[in-house]
Antibody, heavy 124, light 109 residues
Framework: QITLKESGPTLVKPTQTLTLTCTFS??????????VGWIRQPPGKALEWLAL???????RYSPSLKSRLTITKDTSKNQVVLTMTNMDPVDTATYYC????????????????WGQGTLVTVSS | QTVVTQEPSLTVSPGGTVTLTCASS?????????PNWFQQKPGQAPRALIY???NKHSWTPARFSGSLLGGKAALTLSGVQPEDEAEYYC?????????FGGGTKLTVL
């Protein structure tokens, strides 16, 4: 059974750096094809993909936010950490992490399990 | 910057059929974009429905199906139920990175 849970501050000030942790169970980030992604959703708006880290430590970032994001993994702790620098009120959103997998045998790619999300408010 | 486009809103009657689409600014959507579809209801995390164009997760109701249609990914709901009223998002894979569509608000009326 796969579960993911996001944790981190609920309130950050403008210009500060946000650090979010995704703690997961039911899978290993050292298994070929597996990835963990971060996605955010401002209140009333659409989902926006932020970053992905794969089992082989390949890291991908949204082009529009790449300069502000860093994603890392700690396989032994079953955690993925996302940092976002220079936070602004427009970054107020619910932040989700999700499990992804590329199944080499069937040639399929999917996001399946999501965390419950954590609301981060940026305000002075 | 790649943009993935969905219909902003659609309305369907209970028991009816509706098709939502997902287009890429880079050109025709093919199976190599591994289209995924998600359903999101207010206050909830997204729930995965369809992956790699037409594959269903074990929890996906049979009335949901995915396909490629006219150069776009498509999600079809047949025999729509009131509980299908929700926001629907597609996701496309671009060689390691992904992009979400802007979402379709589906109203069942």
């Amino acid at each position: 059974q796969i579960t993911l849970k996001e944790s981190g501050p609920t309130l950050v000030k403008p210009t500060q750096t946000l650090t979010l942790t995704c703690t997961f169970s039911g899978f290993s980030l050292s298994t070929s094809g597996v990835g963990v992604g971060w996605i955010r959703q401002p209140p009333g708006k659409a989902l926006e993909w932020l970053a992905l880290i794969y089992w082989n430590d390949d890291k991908r970032y949204s082009p529009s936010l790449k300069s502000r994001l860093t994603i890392t993994k700690d396989t032994s702790k079953n955690q993925v950490v996302l940092t976002m620098t220079n936070m602004d009120p427009v970054d107020t959103a619910t932040y989700y992490c999700a499990h992804s997998n590329y199944d080499f045998w069937s040639g399929t790619y999917y996001f399946d399990y999501w965390g419950q999300g954590t609301l981060v408010t940026v305000s002075s | 910057q790649t943009v993935v486009t969905q219909e902003p809103s659609l309305t369907v009657s209970p028991g009816g059929t509706v098709t939502l689409t997902c287009a890429s600014s880079t050109g025709a959507v093919t199976s190599g974009y591994y289209p995924n579809w998600f359903q999101q209801k207010p206050g909830q995390a997204p729930r995965a429905l369809i992956y790699s164009t037409s594959n269903k997760h074990s929890w996906t109701p049979a009335r949901f199906s995915g396909s490629l249609l006219g150069g776009k990914a498509a999600l079809t709901l047949s025999g729509v139920q009131p509980e299908d009223e929700a926001e629907y998002y597609c996701l496309l894979y671009y060689g390691g990175a992904v992009v979400f569509g802007g979402g379709t608000k589906l109203t069942v009326l």
